[in-house]
Every structure is written in C-alpha cells, then in structure tokens.
C-alpha cells in the first residue's frame, strides 16, 4: 500500500513538472531577392533608425540614445496603430553587411527576441536580404489563446519580416 501511494505522489510529481516546461525557442527566417546593387539595398538596410522609411508596418523610428550603426545604440519604434517598442542593437558590421538587435520592451507576445538581418549578394545580379529571429513566446501557459502560441507568435514574426521584406524590394526595384 505504501508503495502504491508514493508511486501516485511520484507520478503526479512528475506530470506537475513536465507541464511546467518553459516555452522552447522558436526560429523564423525570411529571405527576399532585390534586383539592386548590394550596396544600395545596405544603404537603406543598414539605419538601424530608418526602419519606418522601408517597413510599412512602422509610422516611426528614432534613436533615444547611442548613435545609428553603433553597438548600444536604443531605438523607439511606432507601430502604425501606436503601440511602441525599444530595441537596442547589440552587433553592427558594416563590412559583412549585417547587424543584430534584441527588444527591450515590446506589447508583442514575446520573449527573449533578438533578430539579425544580413545582406548579401545574391544570383545573378540579384541582393539577398535575409531577416532572421529567435525568441520564445511570453504566455508561459499550456494552453495560450491562439494569438500567443507558438503557432500564432511565428505567423505574427513572419508577417512583420515579410511585409518589411516586401515591401523593400518594391522600394528598391521601382
């Protein structure tokens, strides 16, 4: 009887900790190709301040301190309907043609982000800009409302990287 008890206790035990995982790191990678020069897409790329000028998701971008291209540099992005986030860039390298950034404060339902986006040359004439990130979801729960799954935080991550990503290459091949 007493075996059977702690076995009960231990199974509940163990069932109460495999449920409380924290959420597992989630990947998304998006690549366009831009009939342009590399060097003109990394122009435009390349202002860590000067998202909103290609992004049409962003109605604002300014630097709240540090210097644009500078390791430590903080920036305020304005969502079009007014939410804010703060990112700061935490890798520049204007030679390899990439920089890497993480959120320090966002209403998204996220943890943990940080983002790279690299430009390179690409087939034939062509840039590749790819825009990569990694994070995990905010809502820690088993069960979070479609919107905060993992399923609903990758689609919302591929949205932004495809409507910036879109909407540069129809900025840079008109």
Excluded: C
């Excluded at 231990?10 to 590399?38: N, Y």
């Excluded at 897409?41 to 291209?69: C, I, M, Q, Y």
């Excluded at 700061?88 to 890497?100: N, P, Q, S, V």
């Amino acid at each position: 009887m007493k075996l059977s008890l702690v076995l009960l206790i231990l199974g509940t035990l163990a069932a109460g900790s495999a449920s409380g995982d924290p959420p597992k790191t989630l990947r998304v990678v998006e690549t366009v190709e831009i009939k342009a020069p590399l060097e003109k897409v990394w122009a435009t790329v390349k202002d860590f301040d000067g998202l909103s000028k290609w992004h049409p998701a962003f109605s604002g971008d300014e630097l709240v301190s540090g210097s644009n291209g500078k390791v430590g540099a903080v920036r305020k992005l304005t969502i079009k309907d007014g939410p804010i986030l703060i990112e700061r860039l935490i890798a520049f390298d204007d030679a390899h043609h990439a920089y890497r950034y993480r959120i320090v404060k966002s209403p998204l339902p996220l943890a943990h982000y940080s983002s790279t986006i690299t430009v390179r040359p690409g087939k034939a004439g062509m840039t590749e800009v790819t825009w990569s990130g990694t994070y995990q979801r905010k809502n820690t729960s088993d069960n979070p409302p479609e919107a905060e799954s993992d399923a609903g935080t990758v689609k919302l991550v591929k949205g932004v990287y495809r409507g910036g990503l879109d909407n540069l290459k129809k900025m840079l091949e008109g």
